[in-house]
């Protein structure tokens, strides 16, 4: 890992000139504000002996400990189970769990007892001994592991020496809240009328505390090295959890670049805001279904809130990636019938596992391969894999009962994968109707197209799914015979070539023909005028992330559908990406300026 | 007194929630339950414990039980680890 990038030499001492310092922008928004540093809480844990007849009641002393951060934890659990869902708070039964452990109360009532210690040295003792074993090792798990016993190790501290919430009831104005490490049960504490962002050193996209962070709604960079040291208590700092930057002791001009930016970004978003229970709907009436992609069941209240018309794309790999085993039908019919219930009537399109390719889980033996993205992956992989896949496929049928439901395959290139995937469904909607189970009879199962193949014979698919959705990333890979991970490549990746457009194009009419509808749920669809070319292609629906979502309901609610069909036959005439992309924009400077600058975030 | 040995073959290995996991389905036996990894021992109803083993995925664990139902518990635990911990996350 790379350290910060500095805009000064590396001896510049702390607290004095401007540094930009970076890291991995984790939940968007934009932030400048004064900086509070949680210190790592340090406990000034003293020995002292234990008199005989204070025995008792130093092992009561740390009993009632025990029993308060029970409370503290049961309190934090249950606020997490539902302000995230069940999956996120099961952590937290963990830490219970070490509440509980056996040797622990064996080792400290021993150390009270037969070594007269008091309870704060010898809770301590033990705990460090373990965070200890865990350390000697670099690897990412274990230090997760670590930073668990230590979340638990400082809860239980608090209590025995006291020294308090380590600040974070202590924010009681705005503030830029920047730590080395921050768990998911502080994040969840801290209060958001003040918090600004946050910044810590460790962490990564889906670690807990980002998860929290997101979830809440508080921008926030994370795996910035270095950042704890870097500055002191009251410095300015800009933070950009789109860019992943952090700006200390920012100059003037700086700051008020960054307020005005913030300013613009604010005043849009109340423009856009008054959007949210508005229909993503053309000046001539053309009605497209507008909704959201997600990755985590937490997203959902995100979706609703930017006034998505539903999930067009629920990536449920998060299930099956960063943990250590397969996850149950139990726990996924969970998540997904509460997503389901949030959003009903909306419509949530649950994608089935697309694994393989970049997206590798061990245990369900997905390997490294020489051509991943032509490899064993999406529905290659879930066919050859059918108990895993009937598992999730059974989830989300029994999660059909509680909400309006629709199923769609990844990576679909032939018509007997298609066939396959589909007789699974009916074999487990047969399971379900023989065991008296609920479901959803109406529920729709469509396809992705992503590959080319399936853009030529869409035909023959369109016959035999509900829907098409267009992956439009790997449509644009496939179509072009490009690696999108190759960074030499990277100016090839042209979702606006002429090849892909017209890919879409097929695929739309070929949905037409068979009385089905087609939407985009690929990154492209996230840009306005973009998204208005798409419209103007035809498609029914377009599923953009609730960042991208109200910018792109504007710009469709700007235009009429008349000409943006105008528009979009016009570009398919023209031989190349950059002609399209110019058309594009000289069309979007005339007739959407609000739009056609760059992106905002960019 | 029963044991067994078993390969650790989830990804990310004895981690917090598949310790806690192992010690909520020892915890159902009466007899008493032990984890060696290396030349470490534990008590298999210690969470504690287990995390400080620091197992990954690959490793050789030996459970041991002594009890009553020492057999039971060794069988439901080997299975559990072979189980990927009953697919909890």
């Known amino acids: 890992m790379n350290g910060p990038t500095r805009t000064r030499p590396p001896e510049s001492q702390p607290g004095e000139g401007p540094l930009r310092l970076t890291g991995i922008g984790a939940s968007p928004g934009l932030a400048v504000g004064p900086v509070v540093v949680l210190a790592s809480e340090e406990f000034a844990v003293r020995e002292f002996p234990i008199e005989p007849a204070r025995v008792e009641e130093e092992v009561a002393y740390f009993e009632r400990a025990l029993e308060s951060s029970r409370r503290d934890l049961e309190q934090i659990r249950n606020g997490i189970a539902a302000e995230l869902g069940e999956t996120e708070a099961a952590i937290y039964d963990a830490h219970l769990m070490i509440l509980d452990d056996p040797e622990l109360r064996r080792a400290v ?3 009270i007892r037969q070594h007269r210690r008091n309870a704060g040295i010898v809770f301590r003792d033990y705990l460090s001994a373990i965070a200890a074993r865990l350390e000697r090792v670099e690897d990412e798990y274990l230090r997760e592991r670590r930073a668990d016993v230590l979340d638990v190790e400082r809860r239980v501290l608090r209590y025995l020496v006291g020294g308090g919430q380590r600040g974070v009831a202590g924010i009681t104005g705005p503030a830029v809240v920047v730590a080395h490490d921050i768990g998911p049960s502080d994040v969840a504490l801290l209060p958001r009328e003040h918090v600004l962002a946050l910044v810590t050193e460790v962490g990564g996209r889906t670690s807990h505390s980002t998860i929290v962070a997101r979830g809440r709604g508080i921008p926030a960079v994370v795996g910035v090295r270095g950042a704890a040291q870097s500055v002191r208590r009251g410095d300015l700092a800009i933070v950009d959890g789109e ?9 003037e001009a700086a700051v008020a670049r960054a307020r005005t930016r913030r300013a613009r970004l604010e005043a849009e978003a109340d423009e856009l805001r008054e959007l949210v229970a508005l229909p993503a709907v053309t000046l001539d009436g053309r009605r497209v279904e507008l909704a959201a992609n997600i990755e985590f069941p ?17 990536r449920t790999e998060f299930f099956y990636l960063d943990r250590a085993s397969l996850p149950s039908e139990e726990e996924q019919y969970r998540a997904y019938r509460s997503v389901a219930e949030r959003l009903a009537p909306r419509p949530v399109i649950f994608r089935t596992m697309d694994l393989g390719g970049d997206k590798v889980a061990s245990y369900l033996g997905t390997t490294h391969e020489t051509n991943p993205f032509l490899g064993y992956r999406g529905i290659r992989f879930a066919l050859h894999h059918p108990e895993v896949f009937r598992a999730q496929i059974r989830a989300i049928y029994r999660a059909s009962a509680s909400g309006n439901v629709r199923l769609m395959f990844p990576m679909i290139s032939d018509l007997e994968e298609l066939r396959r995937a589909t007789a699974l469904c009916h074999e487990v909607a047969g399971e379900l109707d023989r065991t008296g189970v609920a479901y959803d009879h109406n529920l729709q199962i469509g396809m992705m197209v992503e590959t080319p193949s399936a853009v030529w014979v869409a035909d023959h698919l369109a016959r035999e799914s509900a829907f098409f959705s267009v992956g439009s990333n790997d449509l644009t890979q496939y179509t072009l015979a490009m690696d999108r991970d190759n960074e030499r490549l990277a100016h090839l990746y042209q979702p606006l070539h002429p090849a892909v457009l017209r890919s879409i194009r097929r695929t739309v009419e070929c949905a037409q023909a ?7 749920c690929g990154e492209m669809a996230g840009d306005p005028l973009t998204a208005v070319l798409l419209v103007g292609l035809g498609v029914d629906e377009l599923s953009v992330s609730c960042y991208d979502l109200p910018r792109v309901k504007a710009a469709i609610r700007a235009v009429r559908w008349s000409e943006a069909r105008t528009l979009a036959d016009r570009v398919l005439s023209l031989g190349s990406a950059e002609m399209v992309e110019q058309a594009l924009r000289s069309w979007g400077e005339e007739r959407l300026p609000a739009v056609a600058h760059p992106r905002t975030r960019t | 007194m029963t044991q067994s040995e078993v390969v650790v073959v989830n990804e990310s290995g004895l981690h917090v929630r598949t310790c806690g996991v192992f010690v909520r389905e020892a915890g159902r036996f009466k007899a008493e339950v032990f984890v060696r990894h290396g030349d470490t021992e534990v008590n298999g109803k210690s ?41 909890m996350p």
């Open chain 1, 514 to 520: 068979a009385g089905r509808w087609a939407g985009v």
């Open chain 2, 47 to 87: 969470i504690l414990g287990l995390i400080g083993l620091a197992a990954e995925n690959g490793a050789m664990l030996r459970i041991r039980a002594d009890g009553p139902d020492e057999e039971d518990a060794v069988r439901a635990l080997v299975k559990l680890v072979e189980g990927r911990f009953g697919n």
């Open chain 1, 298 to 314: 937490s997203d959902v209240e995100h979706a609703a809130s930017v006034g998505a018309d539903g999930i067009g794309l629920y």
């Open chain 1, 109 to 111: 009532e021993e150390g």
């Open chain 1, 243 to 251: 860019r992943g930057t952090v700006d200390l002791r920012p100059d």
